[in-house]
Structures are given as structure tokens and as C-alpha cells.
């Protein structure tokens, strides 16, 4: 069983930045889907990006221009760098694995954002 390692999160003004990261315990980036996922208080967790095993990135609406998914094969090893943050892009944020019907998730890591 794949398990994936979160961090990165903190406390930061808005306007800052942060760059999330998780490792996998084996080398799956080729044969997975990554992606980033956030739940805010008292809300469903929610996608945020995701990198196809081919390399193809997904961001939703709210973080297009801001956020920006990558690898890293030989780390084992997906980012998340979020700029310009917004209080909205508080949360816990998840990394998850998927493969096929396959998936495992993080245990996340906090990310606030204060004005």
C-alpha cells in the first residue's frame, strides 16, 4: 500500500505564498493521477489540481493563475505552489494517489490564510 506524505501548509498573510508537497512512498507518478484536494471548515473536500500520469494539469476556476501543480519523478514527489493566497484557500489540504479504482489519500496538512 502506497502511503503519501503531506507538508508544507502554515499560516500566511494573504497575498503570500506557500509551496505544499507529497511524497509517495514508492515511485507511482508514472502509473498515477496526483491531485490536490482542500476542505474549509464546515465544508466537502473539494479538487483543487491534479497531474495526469502523462503530465496533463487540471486546475479548478479558483485557482487558475495562481496555483500550479508539478512533479518531481525522481523525489517521488507532487507540489503544490499556491500564490497570491486568498482567505477562501484556507483548509486542510490532501494529496491523493489514484490508479485505475485504486486510490489513497494523505493525512493533509493546514493551510491559513490571513487578511
Known amino acids: 500500500q502506497t502511503q503519501l506524505v503531506e507538508s508544507g501548509g502554515g499560516l500566511v498573510q494573504a497575498g503570500g505564498r506557500l509551496r505544499l508537497s507529497c511524497v509517495a512512498s514508492r515511485p507511482i507518478l508514472g502509473a498515477a493521477t496526483m491531485s490536490w484536494h482542500r476542505q474549509a471548515p464546515g465544508r466537502q473536500r473539494e479538487l483543487v489540481a491534479s497531474?495526469?500520469?502523462?503530465?496533463?494539469?487540471n486546475y479548478v476556476n479558483e485557482v487558475k493563475g495562481r496555483f500550479t501543480i508539478s512533479r518531481d519523478h525522481a523525489k517521488n514527489t507532487v507540489y503544490l505552489q499556491m500564490n497570491n493566497l486568498k482567505d477562501e484557500d484556507t483548509g486542510t489540504y490532501y494529496c491523493?494517489?489514484?490508479?485505475?479504482?485504486?486510490?489513497?489519500w494523505g493525512q493533509g496538512t493546514q493551510v491559513t490564510v490571513s487578511s
Open positions: 497531474i495526469s500520469r502523462l503530465g496533463a494539469t
Open positions: 491523493k494517489a489514484q490508479i485505475q479504482n485504486s486510490y489513497t
